[in-house]
């Protein structure tokens, strides 16, 4: 470009410089037709190279060097030439309406689609994807995490009902009639019990006692006195133990109708446990002050500080962010791709953002265009002014050179012929 500006200048003084040479030359000749028809067009094409140099010097600096007025017009206007070229910009050429008109034409989610998977199987990618989830893992604080997962816990529970959570415990325990079970469990448990000679000895001396104890009037009174002194504890112990072992052994048989009825009691109990509304308060306080009096946090904190050491080594393992991220993140973009309503909110999303963002900051592109500005001197300015469009303001002097030579030629061929 400094070359083109300097042949241009060179062409422009070799221009002037021929037309003052060429006057010079001519006047010893204008007697003659000939001569006096070459200075005619030097003289004019001197005049008009020297006019245009004026007026093209002029609009940049004082010719010469003299403040002539009305010279050095680009300098002494600079703000109304900013203002200018700033409002130009704003409200002719980048307008809010022109930017906002170009942008929505454009498929910004798609094009963004289109980036990313191109990008997913990048080596470059991979390993940002790990770095972030790296960095994202270890930002977490476990310590600040865990009062708020508590929190959250024990309001969870206190929300519960115990009666109805009880209550669905129970009836998921009936349909597989597991109080069969625990009943048969009973029974054997106390069979087991029952046999041993010291439950004997121990039923023996409870009967005695109960009878010794027993008040009664009359005859029943010496009856019972009489019994009780003609009996010993070890001969009630070796009538109940058989008498209560016979009786386990005979509800612990799937068709005894005792057993039956002792179960379809039980069953009824059970089933409405949550309509008994003294054990759903009692259940519910016991609940509520279990919550109350339980401190987590600690415990809390130690598995999150295990669950983040484990998810920093897996972010570390390619094999996993390739198997699972990845995928995970392909198959999201791929859902994405193929639902046109989603692709429609996200693409009305994008522009909604971008067009609020050009609307907030359109007139920064004008402060950043007199930003620039501001920071040369005038010197710069010109000179770069001077470099963009000087080769065509340096084609004027020659043109002017020129054109005032013909000018000239044509003037001088009329006052002869006149």
């Given at each position: 470009?400094?070359?083109?500006?300097?042949?241009?200048?060179?062409?422009?003084?070799?221009?002037?410089?021929?037309?003052?040479?060429?006057?010079?030359?001519?006047?010893?000749f204008q007697d003659s037709f000939v001569g006096e028809l070459m200075q005619g067009g030097f003289e004019a094409g001197l005049v008009g190279g020297l006019a245009?140099?004026?007026?093209?010097?002029?609009?940049?600096?004082?010719?010469?060097?003299?403040?002539?007025?009305?010279?050095?017009l680009l300098p002494k206007n600079r703000d109304r030439m900013m203002k200018a070229i700033v409002s130009m910009l704003e409200n002719d050429w980048l307008t809010k309406e022109s930017i906002q008109g170009k942008i929505q034409q454009i498929q910004i989610t798609e094009k963004l689609i289109q980036m990313a998977e191109k990008e997913l199987d990048s080596d470059t990618f991979h390993k940002a994807v790990g770095n972030f989830l790296n960095q994202a893992i270890r930002y977490i604080q476990p310590e600040k995490l865990a009062p708020y997962i508590e929190k959250e816990?024990?309001?969870?529970?206190?929300?519960?009902?115990?009666?109805?959570?009880?209550?669905?415990?129970?009836?998921?325990?009936?349909?597989?009639?597991?109080?069969d079970r625990a009943f048969d469990y009973i029974l054997a448990?106390?069979?087991?019990?029952?046999?041993?000679?010291?439950?004997?000895?121990?039923?023996?001396?409870?009967?005695?006692q109960l009878l010794d104890n027993t008040e009664a009037d009359g005859f029943i009174k010496m009856a019972l006195q009489s019994f009780s002194n003609f009996i010993s504890e070890e001969k009630l112990g070796n009538i109940l133990q058989p008498f209560f072992l016979k009786r386990i052994i005979l509800l612990q048989e799937a068709d005894?109708?005792?057993?039956?009825?002792?179960?379809?009691?039980?069953?009824?109990?059970?089933?409405?446990?949550?309509?008994?509304?003294?054990?759903?308060?009692?259940?519910?306080?016991?609940?509520?002050?279990?919550?109350?009096?339980?401190?987590?946090a600690d415990q809390i904190t130690n598995i999150l500080g295990q669950v983040q050491k484990k998810l920093l080594l897996l972010s570390q393992d390619e094999e996993f962010v390739d198997e699972y991220v990845i995928s995970f993140i392909r198959d999201l973009i791929e859902r994405t791709k193929n639902d046109p309503e989603k692709m429609s909110s996200i693409e009305r999303w994008l522009q909604l953002q971008i067009s609020t963002l050009i609307e907030s900051n359109h007139s920064r592109i004008g402060n950043l265009v007199k930003e620039n500005l501001d920071k040369l001197d005038n010197e710069t300015l010109i000179d770069m002014m001077e470099n963009n469009v000087g080769k065509e303001l340096q084609w004027i002097r020659v043109n002017g050179a020129i054109c005032g030579f013909l000018i000239g030629l044509v003037l001088t061929t009329f006052k002869a012929l006149i």
């Open positions: 470009m400094e070359k083109k500006e300097k042949k241009s200048k060179y062409f422009a003084k070799i221009s002037l410089g021929v037309m003052g040479a060429g006057f010079l030359g001519s006047i010893p245009d140099w004026f007026a093209v010097t002029a609009l940049f600096r004082h010719p010469l060097g003299i403040p002539i007025p009305h010279t050095a816990l024990k309001a969870y529970l206190r929300s519960l009902d115990a009666a109805g959570f009880l209550q669905s415990l129970i009836n998921k325990a009936l349909d597989r009639n597991l109080q448990e106390t069979e087991k019990w029952m046999v041993k000679e010291d439950t004997k000895r121990k039923i023996g001396k409870i009967a005695k005894n109708p005792y057993r039956h009825l002792i179960l379809n009691r039980i069953r009824t109990e059970l089933e409405n446990v949550q309509d008994r509304e003294n054990l759903a308060v009692e259940l519910n306080e016991w609940k509520d002050n279990m919550v109350d009096s339980w401190s987590p």
